[in-house]
């Protein structure tokens, strides 16, 4: 009985020694790892630079606090004026572009509010909310929640004023286009989640293409003079690789049903 | 290791500010067989737990030959309604000698010796559970005797039992009687009284009302209710 | 209906395969929760025991306190590991967050009253059987609790797999303190949560029926490794 138990303690202390690779963590948006670039990536950079790189699938307010706790050590958010801030106060040392998406506004297929024909996102949302239709908002704090309500202040409607028809689920991209499928309703998702989700039923893509929607992710290492335990070198030659030629073929070359999602505008790191 | 004398000193038990038992004075020596008799709520089994230790005294003292803790390693009772171990009758009889720290060869070996003394060899590895009540009683009997003790207490220890257990139990008793044990026990039944006391403590509402030898009490009672009681009256 | 059918047969193929990724979470989830459920009973069993049997005045009060724990929100109890063991936390040094360590510890706090409460009762009434004879045998305390705890020990491994059960199905506090990281501290319930969130019900659909699978599996193992349907035996 004994030596069952020391064995399997042995068993265990080796499974957890057996990664030779280094391990780095960072905290990336649901609508980044609900695209699928993950899964293409990741196996990549383990690849070229035997880095084992864990992800956190968080929205954009939680990678902000975990990066500003120190829990990772590197976050990848969409949501400029956040990352700004978390550069201002010293929580991150730098930002680096990366790539950008499109927002893309999804409703019923009837369309009942008739965005198809918008001219402009603000117009779209406009009619939305004339036509009092149904609207699923991710409520999260994530950068896809902040690019929603900026759109909204543009277009001169006060969010807090809205009636039933505005429900904020308070939840990931899947879960809100889940909520939005059972409706049916109208959502503004990031193209590469909309392609990637499973559970489309009564929904259509209705309106994109305005240039506002465009969406920038960038790359933020945590600290170190904030967190010395951060593994700040394998976050600098993750940024390395992310900036890289490798990282912007995969990236432009990753498609949905024929599509490409994101176009990679990292400036070569100096 | 000598217990005895005893001595009770103006013992009592209250509960809940009735009087159960007491204030009693006793002195007993250590020869022979102890019965206890009385009607039903004189207080028996109460004085019983009071001598061996396991209900507390709410006034006066017990004091034995040895320190009362010693006293103690050398006792064992027997209750009304045995109680079983869930373990088959050999582990109910080792419990004993295990929790002394005799080994467990060695305990196994005495139990079964006990277990075939009492008539219960055959069934040694069944569950002491299952078991009829006349099994069960003669097996807490063997229990309570496994270690040897000097003094043994019974607690009306054949009233649920049949004819042929009681005397089956009862032969026993009369063995470890001749062989130096030290009984107490309290019955219903003035038969089994008659049988087996050399004296008797007749208990009568806690108070103990007379105490003399089986002889004396049984052909000529001094006290009118004890006198009463033999006859089969009802006493109060 | 559809998701359902697809799902058994998802779950199946998935079974029949020995899919690696499958593998890998379930392997995680019965890791984590057997662990913390064998922590969870060194601490729980004796505590009962010794709450059972050893007068003191709170005794009420502790016993209260401990039903009341069972009611405790396993999301609340996340939440809390999490806050003390983040890196600006308490106990943010150990680095625990986000390992399947932090999600040990979380299972342990919220298994350990459902143990201890079901396992007391038992031990109690056990206690009431047996009192009068242990004290005749002058047993010391901790042979009582020995005694007790081996004679009850079929209701004790009833109470442990009420704990197994708890903790298997368990999503919110470990989805918090674990992270749902792929390949580090993904496992069957936190795995459902993603794939549903993903919009794709039939493979949440396989994992939740693999989930159950398993965690009837260990409870027939247990039941078969302890005889408890021998008659006569315990």
Not at chain 2, 156 to 166: F, I, K, N, Y
Request: overall charge negative; charged content about 20%.
């Amino acid at each position: 009985m004994r030596h069952l138990f020391t064995g399997a303690i042995a068993a265990f202390v080796m499974a957890s020694a057996a990664q030779a690779a280094d391990v780095m963590r960072m905290a990336v948006t649901t609508s980044f790892n609900n695209s699928g670039l993950a899964d293409v990536l990741l196996p990549e950079i383990a690849k070229d630079l035997d880095l084992d790189v864990q992800l956190l699938v968080v929205g954009t307010g939680q990678a902000i606090k975990l990066g500003e706790a120190g829990d990772v050590d590197a976050i990848l958010v969409h949501s400029r004026s956040a990352e700004e801030a978390f550069v201002e106060g010293g929580y991150g040392s730098h930002r680096t572009e990366i790539m950008y998406n499109d927002f893309v506004f999804i409703g019923p297929k009837d369309d009942p509010a008739g965005i198809q024909d918008a001219e402009a996102a603000t117009a779209a949302m406009a009619a939305i909310s004339d036509a009092q239709a149904s609207f699923v908002s991710r409520g999260d704090d994530s950068g896809t929640h902040k690019k929603e309500l900026s759109l909204w202040a543009e277009t001169g409607l006060d969010v807090a004023g809205f009636g039933g028809w505005y429900n904020a689920v308070g939840a990931g991209m899947g879960a809100a286009l889940n909520t939005a499928s059972g409706m049916p309703a109208y959502i503004m998702s990031d193209r590469a989640s909309w392609l990637n989700f499973g559970n489309k039923g009564e929904l259509a893509l209705l309106y994109a293409g305005d240039p506002v929607l465009f969406n920038q992710y960038a790359y933020l290492p945590v600290n170190p003079v904030m967190h010395d335990h951060v593994k700040n070198d394998l976050a600098l030659k993750l940024e390395g690789w992310l900036t890289s030629d490798r990282a912007k073929a995969l990236i432009n070359n990753y498609k949905i049903n024929g599509e490409t999602l994101f176009v990679f505008n990292a400036k070569e790191a100096e | 290791m000598e217990l005895f004398p005893m001595k009770a000193s103006a013992i009592e038990s209250r509960r809940r500010g009735q009087q159960l038992v007491g204030p009693i004075d006793l002195t007993l020596e250590g020869q022979g067989a102890t019965v206890v008799i009385g009607p039903n709520g004189a207080g028996k089994t109460t004085f019983l737990q009071l001598l061996h230790g396991t209900a507390r005294l709410s006034a006066g003292r017990i004091d034995w030959a040895c320190s009362t803790e010693e006293a103690r390693h050398h006792q064992a009772f027997v209750f009304q309604r045995p109680v079983m171990l869930r373990r088959t009758v050999l582990e109910n009889l080792s419990y004993p000698l295990r929790l002394r720290g005799v080994s467990k060869a060695k305990a196994e070996e005495r139990a079964r010796d006990w277990a075939s003394r009492v008539g219960l060899a055959q069934l040694v590895t069944r569950a002491a559970t299952v078991l009829s009540g006349g099994e069960q009683q003669k097996l807490a009997l063997a229990r309570a005797l496994i270690c040897d003790p000097k003094l043994l207490f019974l607690d009306e220890p054949c009233a649920a039992l049949d004819g042929r257990a009681m005397r089956e139990i009862e032969t026993i008793l009369q063995e470890v009687k001749a062989a130096g044990t030290r009984l107490i026990l309290s019955t219903h039944d003035l038969g089994q009284a008659r049988r087996l006391a050399d004296d008797v403590l007749f208990l009568l509402g806690g108070r103990l009302h007379e105490a003399a030898p089986a002889e004396a009490f049984f052909n000529g009672p001094e006290t009118p209710q004890a006198r009463a009681f033999l006859r089969g009256d009802i006493v109060e | 209906m559809v998701d359902i059918w697809s799902g058994i047969t998802q779950a199946f193929w998935l079974v029949l395969t020995l899919d690696a990724e499958l593998v890998e979470i379930a392997g995680r989830s019965l890791y984590v929760t057997l662990t913390a459920l064998a922590i969870a009973c060194l601490i729980s069993l004796p505590l009962a025991a010794l709450i059972a049997v050893k007068r003191f005045r709170a005794r009420r009060l502790v016993i209260a306190v401990l039903n009341a724990l069972m009611g405790l929100p396993p999301v609340v109890v996340g939440l809390i590991v999490y806050v003390i063991l983040s890196r600006s936390g308490p106990l943010g040094v150990l680095g625990l967050l986000f390992t399947p360590a932090a999600m040990i510890i979380a299972q342990v706090i919220i298994i350990v009253p459902l143990i201890t409460s079901i396992a007391h009762q038992s031990i109690r009434d056990l206690w009431q059987e047996y009192h009068d004879l242990l004290i005749s045998l002058n047993v010391t305390q901790s042979q009582k609790i020995w005694t007790l705890l081996w004679d009850s020990r079929r209701a004790l491994l009833t109470a442990a797999l009420a704990g197994f059960g708890r903790g298997i199905g368990e999503v919110g506090a470990i989805m918090i303190v674990g992270g749902n990281i792929d390949h580090a501290t993904r496992v069957l319930t936190t795995a459902i949560a993603l794939e549903t969130g993903k919009g794709e019900f039939a493979l949440a659909l396989a994992l939740g029926f693999v989930l159950i699978g398993l965690a009837v599996a260990v409870n027939l193992a247990i039941h078969w490794l302890g005889q408890t349907e021998r008659e006569g035996r315990w």
